[in-house]
């Protein structure tokens, strides 16, 4: 869903929070059928109790019953996020407990769910003094925020002790990481590049904070952590003329429930032009309020999350013009809004905050995309996007041609839910490439920064966007059936996004498979032996294979694989994607040590010594061409099947260079046998979470 702020009037508490609506459908009909979400029963928190020592931290999670949506809203003794004296709680469900011993050692942490906050679970803490030696980092009883691309030194005292010095970490990793922020020897934290995305059930999809911990050299178990917050420059609130790629929506995105109110808000994505006039691109579910809204409701920057639900302090930027129906729109269907620009109000060249070609100290410029009418997208294309939610993040095209089922909810953080399936859809690869929030964002090219895609959707893996050509086709003039193009500054025009050489983090990370048989059952491993070895003959007479063996499947992790070792660049016909049922595997290598029918160490030797296997290939038009037929042809009838949530155009990982069909399906949900080739074609499962509208 979008970014949500959810108030509750009665207590005067405002809870920053990115609800994701719930819902018990197993992903079997392809209708967009509005529904009552279900209402969670109960909420069960782990470990139910706990003992620490003063500055400890512990891992809670909870168990959401009734309903598929687990994540909750954490508090401490009835504090949303915990209190200096208390202790306090992160997002991600880690509890700090405070360096000095409140008058009642124990207190309450609290889970509940964001779907329905009065059901909640509680765990007990006791806190004790534990060792003589107390470390405490100045300023820990807060969250502290560091933008991102920026740094903060932290320092730490430690008493009863007369060794003063002490370990940094972040987020359990001594020193850091690329991905939640480094830390050095004297304290200095430079936060990421983007902001970290959580993975955990309790806050799927969600922009996440970090925790630095300090970690006493005299006792180690003596320690203090503070929560840090990476905060992105697009949320902030900008004067006008305010620059895209920052939060924004429509100023009446709000939803009362009892004594609850709720607020939402995206990404304002780009700036485009039709008939002589500048409109601001986003998102119907960002701009229209998911179909609720009237032409001409007001488009303010920052979004109402980020001004206590309210509309004072913001700019009036836009006003709604139009926008394609999410339930009934005409085909192909788009998640896609314009609102026509007021006066000044926005930058007329179309700068969208970090998406310049230029870095000067380690930052990025601001920067226009390539103006015109953006380009089509291609598996393996790396592509970048600048959103409210998470900031500048890169990351790669896995598919294209994707036919997938998205779950929205009918006004902001209450209301009925709905599920709408859209086509010709492209999926990019990569944790963190967006969360809820990034909704709107404009998806460009990395090299070219020219448009790709409209951001909309997600799930724990994967980001899912309109191409820029439904997009403007969608939203062409009603009248004068003129589309609109992308602005940007023509005299600067294609240019490379200089963010993503600054990002230490690699976005297209190499599969992390373990080589050989390891992890599969005993059964898994007689059938895949069988199969081999009744065929082998036949394998080795084909020219190019050189030897034979049994592992595990990229395109289906978790099952068998005939390996076939193949020289590199040898000219070999078609070989088989099956034998007998089992997945064949192709890796090329220059020369191979051993050759024939090979034992499972020799195999799991050659294996390693091959390149790690990347999560998209190239793959030609022509491969295309012939898996988009079939996807076609076979995609209805394959999101009839239980558990499955999309259907695409990728790469096959069992065979680089060749297409696939990818299978999407949902984790966690039993779902129906998805052949190894259809029509001709390998298929290529991928498990993600939900895909729900981000």
């Known amino acids: 869903m979008r970014r949500l702020l959810h108030v509750m009037s009665a207590l005067g508490l405002v809870l920053l929070v990115v609800s994701c609506s719930s819902s018990s459908n197993s992903g079997t009909s392809g209708g967009t059928t509005p529904s009552t979400p279900p209402t969670p029963t109960g909420v069960t928190v782990t470990p139910p109790t706990a003992t620490l020592s003063r500055g400890a931290t512990r891992q809670f999670t909870a168990a ?5 949506d687990q994540t909750v809203l954490w508090s401490v003794n009835g504090v949303r996020g915990g209190s200096a004296v208390f202790g306090l709680i992160s997002e991600d469900g880690v ?7 409140p008058g009642a050692s124990t207190v309450t942490v609290t889970a509940g769910a964001s779907s329905s906050p009065t059901v909640s679970g509680t765990a007990s803490v006791t806190i004790q003094a534990g060792s003589d030696v107390v470390v405490e980092i100045a300023g820990s009883g807060a969250r502290i925020a560091v933008p991102t691309f920026g740094s903060r030194a932290f320092s730490a005292s430690v008493t009863g002790s007369a060794d003063a010095s002490v370990t940094w970490q972040v987020n359990g990793v001594t020193g850091g990481s690329s991905v939640a922020g480094t830390i050095t020897p004297a304290g200095v934290y430079s936060a990421p590049h983007s902001v970290p995305v959580s993975t955990l059930p309790n806050n799927d999809g969600q922009a996440t904070e970090v925790i630095v911990t300090a970690i006493s050299g005299a006792d180690p178990s003596a320690s203090d952590s503070a929560i840090v917050v990476p905060v992105p420059p697009q949320r902030r609130a900008y004067a ?30 780009a700036l485009v032009s039709r008939g002589g006039f500048l409109y601001i691109l986003s998102n119907n579910h960002v701009l229209a309020r998911s179909d609720q809204a009237s032409a001409g409701e007001a488009i303010v920057q920052p979004g109402l999350t980020e001004s206590r639900c309210s509309s004072s302090g913001t700019n009036l930027v836009a006003t709604l013009s139009q926008f394609q129906n999410l339930e009934s729109g005409p085909m192909p269907r788009v998640d896609a809004a314009i609102a026509q620009a007021a006066g000044n ?96 964002s404009l998806i460009v090219t990395q090299d070219t920064a020219d448009p790709v895609g409209l951001l909309y959707g997600g799930s724990d893996t994967d980001t899912v966007a309109n191409p820029v050509s439904d997009v403007l086709l969608q939203l062409a003039d009603p009248v004068t059936a003129v589309s609109p193009v992308f602005v940007g500054d023509a005299a600067v025009g294609a240019h490379p996004v200089a963010a993503c050489t600054l990002l230490l983090q690699d976005f ?83 020369s191979f040590g051993s050759a024939g029918r090979l034992t499972d160490a020799e195999s799991a030797a050659l294996e390693r010594a091959a ?10 038009e022509a491969e295309v061409m012939r898996a988009r037929a079939v996807v076609e042809e076979r995609a209805p009838g394959l999101m009839a099947r239980r558990g499955i949530q999309g259907v695409g155009v990728s790469s096959s990982l069992d065979s680089p260079g060749e297409a696939a069909l990818i299978i999407f399906v949902v984790r966690g949900v039993s779902r129906d046998p998805v052949p190894t080739v259809i029509d001709g074609v390998r298929t290529r499962l991928r498990e993600t979470s939900r895909f729900r509208a981000r």
């Open 64 to 68: 959401v019953s009734g309903v598929t």
């Open 95 to 101: 509890y700090i407990a405070p360096t000095i011993i």
């Open 240 to 269: 006008v003329p305010v620059p895209l790629g920052t939060s924004g929506g429509n100023a009446q995105d709000t939803s009362v429930s009892g004594q609850q109110t709720f607020c939402c808000a995206g990404t304002l994505g």
């Open 345 to 440: 109000a926005v930058d007329a060249l179309g700068t969208i905050v970090q998406l310049g070609g230029e870095a000067a100290g380690g930052q990025p410029s601001d920067g226009a995309p390539n103006p015109g009418p953006g380009v089509a997208p291609s598996i393996g294309r790396a592509v970048a996007k600048s959103g409210s939610a998470t900031g500048i993040t890169c990351g790669s095209i896995i598919a294209v041609n994707v036919t997938v089922r998205i779950e929205y909810q009918k006004g902001c953080g209450t209301g009925t839910t709905f599920n709408t399936t859209f086509t010709n859809q492209v999926d990019i690869t990569g944790v963190g490439f967006s969360a809820a929030g990034d909704s709107g």
């Open 508 to 590: 297209e990370p190499a599969l992390k498979l373990q080589a050989g048989i390891a992890g599969l059952s005993a059964l898994a491993r007689q059938s895949a032996a069988a199969a081999l070895d009744a065929h082998a003959q036949e394998l080795l007479a084909f020219p190019g294979v050189r030897g034979l063996g049994v592992g595990s499947s990229y395109d289906e992790p978790g099952d068998p694989a005939i390996l076939l070792f193949v020289a590199r660049g040898a000219a070999i016909p078609a070989l088989p994607a099956d034998v007998n049922g089992i997945r064949t595997r192709i890796i090329e290598g220059d």
């Open 611 to 620: 390149p790690p296997a990347r999560l998209a290939y190239a793959v030609s």
